[in-house]
């Protein structure tokens, strides 16, 4: 059984820069941003994205070892970029273990350019 947290404090701002701030924190629920919210073209930047996702993820170390990570795949170029798997895989080579994940349904509408589904990770 767990004891309330009395002093819990929610941060709703950008990773990069709480990791900056030297805090001890249970839990990090994140969803890494797309190719084209960092400014790149999907079908150029893919390497960028996997790069800024290994620094990134590097330096993730809650206390309770628990995340939870929130994204698409993504369809560039004429074929699928796996980011699921490509995060499943990194953060495993970080040393998490994979201990779950699920199918979150986000429309029902059919989109040719992106998924209409994300995958909740839980290493």
Known sequence: MYAPLDNCILYNTDCLEVLKWNLNYHYVITSPPDFDEIGENPDESVKKWESLMR???????PVNNVITIVLRDRKSGGKVVKK????TNLMEELGWIHKSQRIWVR????????FNYSFLLLP
């Open 84 to 87: 699921h798997t490509f995060i």
């Open 107 to 114: 429309s029902m509408n059919a989109n040719l350019y992106r």
């Open 55 to 61: 620094d990134t993820f590097s330096q993730v170390h």
